[in-house]
């Protein structure tokens, strides 16, 4: 079985330890390396996970920031589907984090008319 892959983007937090608070700060200092984005590209690039990124951007953020490639992206394995598993012959409850969970899984409530 193989693993799929997924990865944690850490721009923002690495950005606010080097005292960069705002996604402005970033913009002319990409444009010094030759990084020529806009205002809402960047805000996308700090504050969203990018599906794809350029190499030369990325080595111009690891340039700016003065870090490695592992301070900005953390590897991990990606998180299993969340879905119904009644068409996989299970019992048609959600198969996620409270699949697996045992006494601290919630119970059915029965209504039953008063008097039973």
């Not at 690495?14 to 200092?29: E, Q, Y």
């Not at 991990?76 to 899984?105: C, F």
């Amino acid at each position: 079985m193989t693993t799929k892959l997924d990865y944690r983007w850490h721009l923002r937090e690495v950005m606010t330890t080097r005292g960069m608070f705002s996604t402005t700060d970033l913009r002319p200092l990409l444009a010094e390396r030759g990084i020529d984005l806009s205002a809402s590209q960047v805000y996308r690039l700090v504050v969203e996970r990018p599906e794809r990124l350029s190499l030369l951007t990325l080595m111009a953020l690891l340039d700016i920031l003065q870090c490695r490639m592992e301070d900005l992206i953390e590897p991990m394995a990606a998180r299993a589907a969340w879905r119904k598993t009644a068409a996989a012959g299970g019992d048609g409850a959600a198969a996620g984090p409270a699949a697996g969970v045992g006494e601290y899984r919630p119970k059915r409530a029965r209504i039953t008319p008063a008097g039973e």
